[in-house]
């Protein structure tokens, strides 16, 4: 395999360059700013490019709403450039073995380092922003991509033991001021549907949690769930009073954390582990910071109800396992690349504080879970990503829609074309392929074929390194 991507060194210092836009905008030279922008950008590849714009946009600020350049059609071209230059990013291919895609083979650390700071520039707060500018200091930072819970990365369809497809970075300058970025590039930041109570459960399934218990009810995996392989202990909180708990996640945004213990596997080497502090969370700047997927069908989104919740200090970075994310709303890393991101992140033993920046990605299928316009709908494939609509009967106490037809589905499609809410209506015509009776027996065939054990094994077999976890 060859990298298709430019391989040869730049001397460009992209912070000095934007640095030096950013001062003639704000001496309202705009012309000039845009001259020397294009200039900087001229030659060099999309990530370098990619990352002056987001740094200007960042330093510029409302500014950039202010440039005045009559008659320049190029100049604005380039203004309206910087000004999308805020939105979720894509996540550059940072091939790992020789001839692997690699958008960065050529560039030093510090060039590395500016190309990832920049997304944390604009998408993290003035505490991450004042953080990336500290010497003997580290940010972080996670790039989410959008993945159902019951995705598997072991080819075993909707096992739901995760997928090592995110990408979390430590940003550190050194104390001479010395730029470098280490990147942990098999992470999760979703959780897996083994945590989830739509898994099922033979009447003896633990809760987690320091309540404890266990669910007493029989209950047959949710539509969607059939597949999953293992089931876990129940994590999440009933958010919406339907007696199902509901799994949640961190929300895209900035979180101070701290370090904590946590039983990671052996393989991670270490029990250190990240988690917000209890400042944050008593500052109330972790409010409305957890999603949860309350209507079961595997995504955070803004169909969720209730889907908002404020943050607890449960929702940490840990070490997942080899096979498995062990992910329940944690954000989560390879164990071979766990203890070097660790190490990573302390290399200042006196630093106790760290901004963590995570932010959606270009090319997911949702964003924020309060936000619907920014998701575009996902094509109808036969395959684990498309949404499923959750049964009427697996919503506990939820009230049933009604309407003219015996399929509460039906009731429910009808009830979104009615109100005109196309997107709902979308959502529950691409759940109709999923209900079929055909994929209920092919999961039946699986576990009669032993590639999933039935549920009174799954309920009471523990995995071995399981972390613990309660979210």
């Given amino acids: 395999m060859?990298?298709?991507?430019?391989?040869?060194?730049?001397?460009?210092d992209i912070r000095a360059s934007a640095d030096l836009v950013i001062a003639q905008i704000r001496q309202g030279q705009h012309a000039e700013a845009i001259r020397l922008l294009e200039e900087a950008r001229a030659n060099e590849r999309p990530v370098v490019q990619e990352a002056l714009d987001r740094y200007v946009a960042g330093g510029a600020g409302n500014e950039l709403l202010q440039m005045d350049l009559p008659g320049n059609a190029t100049a604005s071209v380039s203004v309206q450039r910087l000004q999308s230059a805020r939105a979720a990013p894509r996540i550059p291919e940072h091939g790992r073995a020789a001839g692997e895609p690699n958008e960065f083979a050529g560039l030093t650390p510090a060039q590395t380092y500016d190309v990832y700071a920049s997304m944390a520039e604009v998408r993290g707060n003035q505490d991450a922003r004042d953080a990336l500018r500290v010497d003997n200091h580290s940010v972080l930072l996670g790039l989410r991509r959008e993945n159902p819970t019951w995705a598997s990365g072991d080819g075993r369809g909707r096992a739901g033991t995760g997928l090592y497809n995110d990408r979390i970075v430590v940003l550190t300058r050194a104390a001479d001021g010395q730029r470098s970025a280490f990147v942990a590039d098999r992470a999760t930041t979703d959780p897996t549907a083994q945590y989830s109570h739509h898994a099922g459960s033979n009447g003896r399934r633990a809760f987690s949690g320091p309540a404890g218990g266990e669910e007493t009810r029989m209950l047959a995996p949710s539509p969607g769930y059939e597949g999953v392989a293992r089931p876990r202990k129940i994590e999440g909180e009933d958010v919406d009073g339907d007696t199902m708990r509901d799994?949640?996640?961190?929300?895209?945004?900035?979180?101070?954390?701290?370090?904590?213990?946590?039983?990671?596997?052996?393989?991670?080497?270490?029990?250190?582990?990240?988690?917000?502090?209890?400042?944050?969370?008593?500052?109330?700047?972790?409010?409305?910071?957890?999603?949860?997927?309350?209507?079961?069908?595997g995504y955070f989104t803004a169909a969720d109800p209730h889907g908002t919740q404020d943050l607890n200090p449960t929702f940490k970075i840990h070490s997942g396992s080899r096979n498995n994310t062990d992910s329940a709303g944690c954000q989560t890393i390879h164990p071979d690349d766990y203890r070097a991101f660790i190490d990573a992140a302390q290399s200042n033993p006196r630093q106790t504080r760290w901004q963590y920046v995570l932010t959606s990605t270009q090319g997911g299928l949702f964003h924020n879970v309060e936000v619907g316009g920014d998701r575009p709908q996902p094509a109808a494939q036969p395959d684990a990503a498309a949404p499923v609509e959750r049964a009427a009967e697996r919503q506990g106490n939820a009230a049933q829609p009604s309407g003219p037809f015996d399929d509460p589905g039906l009731n429910r499609?009808?009830?979104?074309?009615?109100?005109?809410?196309?997107?709902?209506?979308?959502?529950?015509?691409?759940?109709?392929?999923?209900r079929a009776p055909g994929l209920?027996?092919?999961?039946?065939c699986q576990v009669q074929a032993g590639l999933a054990p039935p549920i009174e094994t799954q309920a009471t077999a523990a995995p071995r390194d399981t972390p613990e976890l309660q979210m």
């Fill in 413 to 434: 499609y009808l009830a979104a074309v009615i109100a005109g809410d196309s997107e709902r209506a979308n959502r529950i015509a691409l759940g109709f392929s999923f």
């Fill in 440 to 444: 209920a027996l092919q999961s039946t």
């Fill in 247 to 297: 799994l949640g996640r961190l929300a895209e945004g900035t979180v101070e954390m701290m370090t904590a213990e946590h039983r990671n596997p052996r393989a991670a080497g270490t029990s250190t582990a990240f988690r917000p502090s209890e400042e944050f969370i008593d500052s109330g700047q972790g409010n409305g910071m957890v999603q949860r997927d309350t209507n079961a069908d």
């Fill in 2 to 12: 060859t990298n298709p991507h430019p391989v040869t060194p730049t001397g460009i």
